[in-house]
């Protein structure tokens, strides 16, 4: 009877493994069709003028008056004649605007003062599904958006974040390029410095969740 029951449980375990490596390899070649190894994420969106008033603060006129006289980067013309600019030619307004004007360039270019603690912002919840992944890449694309310069230390081992910033760790995560090469006790440790990569998303880098 006892040896029955045994052998039932290995016929089961068996079929869960050889469904497991059948659903493994399906995922696979799913993932490859959809989304090649070589396919890389990049920042596609553009900024309208409008934008930049509510990001940086200036008025239009300033913005108009700048580009007529050649000044700062210069958009480019949608083809509804609307001026759009890059991200990077955001960032590089906001370096403009802040030597422009001195008094405004804490909020312009927001930096650590001196003193002036690293700030933590940690989502964390025992719950799967509660949001941790998606506040945290909303945080981090809004704060890096405002001028800050954002550091996403992913430490789930689900990946989900480092997945949504277009790596996937099992292409593109060599050995020991993950947070926990920062925090293991042995000689292969790195400091954290040397896992942190930047992303497509300019003013916000990444330390890859440690993943199995
Ligand atoms: N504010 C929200 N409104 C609607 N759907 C949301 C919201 N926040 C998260 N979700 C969705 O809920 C699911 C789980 O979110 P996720 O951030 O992955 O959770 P966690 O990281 O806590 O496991 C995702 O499909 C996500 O798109
Ligand atoms: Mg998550």
Request: aromatic share 8%; hydrophobic share 35%.
């Amino acid at each position: 009877m006892l040896q029955l029951a045994s052998q039932s449980v290995r016929d089961t375990a068996s079929k869960i493994e050889v469904y497991t490596s059948k659903l493994s390899a399906e995922l696979n070649d799913m993932r490859e069709a959809v989304y090649p190894p070589s396919a890389q994420k990049t920042f596609g969106r553009t900024f309208s003028t409008l934008d930049l008033v509510r990001l940086l603060k200036v008025p239009e006129s300033t913005l108009r008056q700048l580009t007529l006289e050649g000044k700062g980067p210069l958009p480019e013309r949608a083809e509804n004649n609307r001026r759009t600019y890059t991200i990077e030619q955001v960032k590089e307004l906001r370096r403009f605007l802040a030597e422009l004007r001195p008094d405004e360039a804490g909020e312009l270019l927001p930096h650590r003062r001196k003193g002036e603690k690293l700030q933590v912002i940690a989502t964390a919840n025992f719950n799967g599904g509660s949001s941790k992944t998606t506040t945290s890449i909303h945080l981090a694309h809004f704060l890096g958006l405002q001028g800050y310069r954002v550091l996403c230390l992913d430490l789930d081992p689900q990946a989900s974040m480092t997945a949504l910033f277009g790596i996937q760790p099992e292409f593109d995560l060599g050995e020991n390029q993950t947070a926990y090469a920062a925090i293991r006790y042995d000689n292969e440790r790195r400091p954290l410095a040397e896992v942190i990569r930047p992303t497509y998303f300019p003013g916000v880098d990444l330390v890859p969740a440690i993943w199995s």
